[in-house]
Nanobody, 122 residues
Framework: QVHLVESGGGLVQAGGSLRLACAAS????????MAWFRQAPGKEREFVAA??????AYTDSVKGRFTISRDNAKNTVYLQMNSLKPEDTAVYYC?????????????????WGQGTQVTVSS
């Protein structure tokens, strides 16, 4: 069992930046995928970014703006979000998965964090 705690959400103007952090405890392995998902009001939870060892993956809408990174010594994964847009507004969830591919679906996630709100004003 993995316990995840997110931090770093908040309110920012369009074009601004935020950095989310997710601290993991429990049974964590560097070979596991650590990922970020987000869910906007009235919409399904969607994949944002993932990292495993040296490999990363992003959904198309955040490529070039968001960067996922991982500090294995601290069991922490980060999501640096730049050039934020109002459509990035959502609750962001940290997740751990153990899938072959680097694009886990919500159904393949083994553990979820509690979520952190990101609001981007226009």
């Amino acid at each position: 069992q993995v316990h995840l705690v997110e931090s770093g959400g908040g309110l920012v103007q369009a074009g601004g930046s935020l950095r989310l952090a997710c601290a993991a405890s429990g049974r964590t392995y560097s070979s596991y995928i650590m990922a970020w998902f987000r869910q906007a009001p009235g919409k399904e939870r969607e994949f944002v970014a993932a990292i495993r060892l040296g490999d990363t993956a992003y959904t198309d809408s955040v490529k070039g703006r968001f960067t996922i990174s991982r500090d294995n010594a601290k069991n922490t994964v980060y999501l640096q979000m730049n050039s934020l847009k109002p459509e990035d507004t959502a609750v962001y969830y940290c997740a751990v998965a153990n899938t072959v591919g680097l694009l886990p679906t919500p159904g393949e996630v083994g553990s979820w964090g509690q979520g952190t709100q990101v609001t981007v004003s226009s």
